[in-house]
């Protein structure tokens, strides 16, 4: 069995549910964050559980040598040179499904009328917008994201021991400026990640979103980056970009669907506010903004990180701000919010200047029943008119179950 990499249990255990499903695996995430990898693995599972290897098809789309091939012709092809019945069935998967002429179709047809499971990856969120609504009820949708922490020191052999607990603040640090793309943790790289983002831009904004002015979105995501846990103004990005407040929203949906950027809404009772409201960017990798603003920030890294991990953990934020003071993550609802905020330091005051929007929450939102502020190497726990604030290091909250 050839080496398949380092085990990232978070995804592979979603994918050992697949073979009891119908359903078609579709596996996003931006490039170079483990998909392949990952594909690879669970082929690995599945020929340890005993599946016939004659069984099993992995196919790079993105190959010279796939480019014009359809599906159906692959799984004709494959069929005819192991003498397949037409009953039998195979596994097929497609790595970069969207470089296959007309997948929208062909998986549809596959999907109805042979005896398959299908599984496969894209680097763009856009291509489910392309399908058209084809494979509705016939998809699962698994989104791979960059390394969270915990995955970070797996990648690095990192073993520390309860007596050493002060080498996880150096470590979530190195995290917060390298990053989680495999490869980069594996060997930091700078210029990697510089290329990468050249990479995405040039193959999935460029040659698919069809994209007139590549350096103008590279613009973009330098003020994204520099804006990271700020609350953005489209018409502010129009004049510094000298684009049209139009392109400037197409632009950052390019990125988003590339899976660079993500935004996140206020969190308020008012529909209308929530859509109307400035968004919040981050990036969805640390090391990205390293690249791009340099090593210094911790502070916007880390909530940045914070963000990150409520992703991995399949729930969207809000934050929130009223007048001078804001929060900068909140979930549930009014009776029943919880907080997070994002305090990158070495002490804990809860009077201080620094919580007033925390404070002024709770004020107006008394049903909140856990604030959690999220440190550098500070830890407390108090309790004030039935609300449970915890102050937690980065490294423990990123760790926790």
Not at 270 to 282: D, F, L
Not at 298 to 325: Q, S, V
Not at 351 to 375: D, M, Q, S
Not at 384 to 400: F, H, N, Q, V
Request: charged share 30%; net charge neutral; with cysteine.
């Amino acid at each position: 069995m050839p080496d398949t990499g380092i085990p990232r249990p978070r995804y592979m255990n979603l994918l050992q549910q697949a073979g009891g499903r119908k359903q078609i695996e579709i596996i996003l995430g931006g490039r170079r964050v483990g998909k392949t990898t990952l594909v690879k693995q669970f082929i690995a599972a599945c020929l340890e559980k005993g599946l016939d290897a004659k069984d099993l098809l992995y196919m790079a789309m993105d190959h010279p040598r796939a480019a014009g091939v359809s599906a159906s012709e692959i799984l004709r092809d494959f069929r005819a040179l192991f003498g397949h019945r037409r009953d039998r069935k195979v596994w097929l998967f497609l790595d970069e499904v969207q470089e296959s002429p007309g997948w929208e179709a062909e998986l549809k047809a596959l999907y109805d009328s042979e005896n398959l499971k299908l599984v496969c990856t894209g680097s763009t969120s856009a291509l489910l917008a392309a399908q058209g609504g084809k494979l509705t009820g016939r998809q699962l949708i698994i989104v791979v994201y960059p390394l969270g922490f915990d995955e970070f020191l797996a990648f690095r052999g990192e073993e520390i021991s309860r007596a050493e607990e002060y080498r996880y603040v150096v470590a979530a640090e190195e995290y917060l400026q390298i990053g989680g793309y495999p490869e980069n943790v594996l060997q930091p790289s700078e210029t990697y990640l510089a290329q990468l983002l050249d990479d995405v831009i040039s193959r999935d904004l460029i040659r698919l979103q069809h994209i007139r002015r590549p350096e103008v979105v590279r613009d973009l995501m330098l003020l994204l980056a520099s804006s990271v846990g700020s609350r953005i103004s489209y018409n502010r990005l129009s004049k510094s970009l000298g684009i049209s407040l139009d392109t400037v929203k197409d632009y950052l949906s390019h990125l988003k669907s590339a899976y660079l950027v993500d935004t996140i809404d206020k969190w308020t009772t008012s529909h209308n506010e929530r859509v109307y409201a400035q968004k919040k960017a981050y990036l969805l990798d640390t090391g990205m903004k390293t690249v791009l603003t340099g090593r210094g920030d911790l502070g916007a890294k880390a909530e940045n990180a914070i963000f990150m991990d409520f992703m991995r953990r399949g729930m969207r934020p809000g934050y929130y701000a009223e007048g001078e003071g804001e929060v900068d993550f909140v979930t549930g609802k009014p009776g029943s919010p919880e907080v997070v905020e994002s305090k990158y330091d070495d002490s804990f005051e809860w009077e201080g200047r620094r919580l007033r929007g925390a404070r002024l929450f709770l004020r107006r939102f008394p049903g909140c029943r856990n604030l959690t502020v999220v440190t550098r190497d500070a830890t407390d726990r108090l309790k004030i008119d039935g609300t449970e604030i915890s102050a937690i290091p980065l490294w423990k909250y990123l760790l926790r179950a």
